[in-house]
Antibody, heavy 116, light 107 residues
């Protein structure tokens, strides 16, 4: 059974940083691209980033809305996906989901609140 | 970015009804269109990928059609457990973009 579990969310002040983690199990993590997607309350989701697998040199893509502030990475030895978020803004407040491949399975999400 | 215009925003139908939800892309996305179901308080779940392929484990009353710019999700016989918000997603070009959602309720 595929499982994804995000962690690391919480309350942070504007300008602060957070690192989200996503623990994966039930599939061969190293074989798949992985993504981060967020959803603000009552809004449509927004695709933030994805990271390819080792066969594709772990290359990454970023939504322009977060490029330069957020960094995606992965540890295939621990089956964990990361999202380092810097210079956070109030508008980054959302539920953050990790997703397998191009969205065929999502974790339950972790809430990030950016507020003073 | 490719804009996805989804309609209607709200839909109220009776159990057993045939329901259709539409998405229109601002440019050709071939068949790179997914449909998701999101129940209250849960993560989105993939229903249909690449316009018309049913994801494993999804009931056959769900189907998708379309190509190019115009796409449709159909529920052939609405069930009470189908109450949810439905989103389309284009993944033809970066960044993938979602429609604004259709909230489906039972009359």
């Amino acid at each position: 059974e595929v499982k994804l579990l995000e962690s690391g969310g919480g309350l942070v002040q504007p300008g602060g940083s957070l690192r989200l983690s996503c623990a994966a199990s039930g599939f061969t993590f190293a074989d798949f691209y992985m993504s981060w997607i967020r959803q603000s309350p009552g809004k449509a989701p927004e695709w933030l980033s994805f990271i390819r697998n080792k066969a594709n040199s772990y290359t990454t893509e970023y939504n322009p809305s977060v490029k330069g502030r957020f960094t995606i990475s992965r540890d295939d030895t621990q089956n964990v996906l990361y999202l380092q978020m810097n210079t956070l803004r109030v508008e980054d407040t959302a539920i953050y989901y990790c997703a397998k491949h191009l969205g065929d399975f999502w974790g339950p999400g972790t809430m990030v609140t950016v507020s003073s | 970015d490719i804009q996805m215009t989804q309609s209607p925003s709200f839909l109220s139908a009776s159990v057993g009804d045939r329901v259709t939800i539409n998405c229109k892309a601002s440019q050709n996305i071939n068949r790179y269109l997914n449909w998701y179901q999101q129940k209250l308080g849960e993560a989105p779940k993939l229903l249909i990928y690449n316009a018309n392929s049913l994801q494993t484990g999804i009931p056959s009353r769900f189907s998708g059609s379309g190509s190019g710019t115009d796409f449709t999700l159909t529920i052939s016989s609405l069930q009470p457990e189908d109450v949810a918000t439905y989103f389309c997603l284009q993944h033809n070009s970066w960044p993938p973009t979602f429609g604004s959602g259709t909230k489906l309720e039972i009359k």
